[in-house]
């Protein structure tokens, strides 16, 4: 049973517009969600993250969005850039579970010039 | 500039060779992971570790075995190795939430 789901597996934006890439969650109990970005034959890197107890984080261009009530969150870029042309994994995680990271499927972003 | 290294980034090998993936982190971190993944798919979590001489099986079942006799090295082998374990292998640690991944093994079994 997937924990983490992202149902998009691919977005297509246009350069200078917004993207917006979407996870939905079916753990309750979770109560840290973190954003990475990944490149081709390299790691994921770490974006953004939201606690539980806030609806919203914001650094730079990226900002998440939490909704809890609807188990669903949200990452919105803008502007977009081609260099955020990447696949984009959302990621839950709760505390008493010493902090091991839930994974979804990853959306590949592709911002074209 | 990493912090976690992980060797070779490739590897190619013959069915049945046994093979280590070296995961090594800077940090002092206590916590490190092993994941593997599919393209298009999550990343599944196969064993981790809370400290030395401390490691758990993860989520999806593996054939894989780990050791963790140094906090910073968390080596991965596999004794016979088989098609079905050609994936991309990622090595992470972490401090609370913060996880450092490092630039992954890409095995391919033939």
């Keep these: 049973d997937q924990q983490v789901k992202q149902n998009s597996p691919s977005l297509s934006v246009q350069e200078g517009r917004i993207s917006i890439l979407n996870c939905d969650y079916t753990n309750s109990m979770f109560d840290?969600?973190?954003?990475?970005?990944k490149y081709p034959a390299e790691g994921p890197t770490?974006?953004?993250?939201i606690s539980s107890i806030k609806d919203k984080n914001e650094d730079?261009?990226?900002?998440?969005?939490?909704?809890?009530s609807a188990k669903h969150l949200s990452l919105h870029i803008?502007?977009?850039?081609?260099?955020?042309?990447?696949?984009?994994?959302?990621?839950?995680?709760?505390?008493?579970?010493?902090?091991?990271?839930?994974?979804?499927?990853?959306t590949e972003l592709s911002v074209k010039p | 500039e990493a912090d976690i290294y992980q060797t070779p980034r490739y590897l190619v090998i013959g069915t049945g060779k046994k093979?280590?993936?070296?995961?090594?982190?800077?940090?002092?971190?206590?916590k490190m992971y092993w994941y593997q993944q599919d393209p298009g798919m999550e990343l599944h979590l196969i064993h981790y570790s809370y400290g030395?001489?401390?490691?758990?099986?993860g989520d999806l079942s593996s054939e894989s075995t780990v050791s963790r006799i140094r906090t910073e090295h968390f080596p991965l082998t596999l004794e016979s190795a088989r098609p079905s374990h050609t994936s991309q292998y990622l090595c992470a640690s972490s401090v609370g939430f913060g996880y450092t991944f490092g630039s992954g093994t890409r095995l391919t079994v033939v």
């Excluded at chain 1, 730079?60 to 809890?68: A, C, H, Y």
């Excluded at chain 2, 093979?19 to 206590?30: A, N, R, V, Y």
């Excluded at chain 2, 030395?52 to 099986?57: D, I, L, P, R, Y």
């Design chain 1, 32 to 37: 840290y969600f973190l954003w990475y970005k």
């Design chain 1, 46 to 49: 770490f974006l953004i993250s």
């Design chain 1, 60 to 68: 730079g261009r990226f900002t998440v969005f939490l909704n809890k």
């Design chain 1, 78 to 106: 803008v502007p977009s850039q081609p260099g955020d042309s990447a696949v984009y994994f959302c990621a839950a995680s709760q505390y008493n579970q010493g902090g091991k990271l839930i994974f979804g499927q990853g």
């Design chain 2, 19 to 30: 093979i280590t993936l070296e995961c090594s982190q800077t940090m002092g971190h206590d």
């Design chain 2, 52 to 57: 030395v001489n401390s490691t758990e099986k």
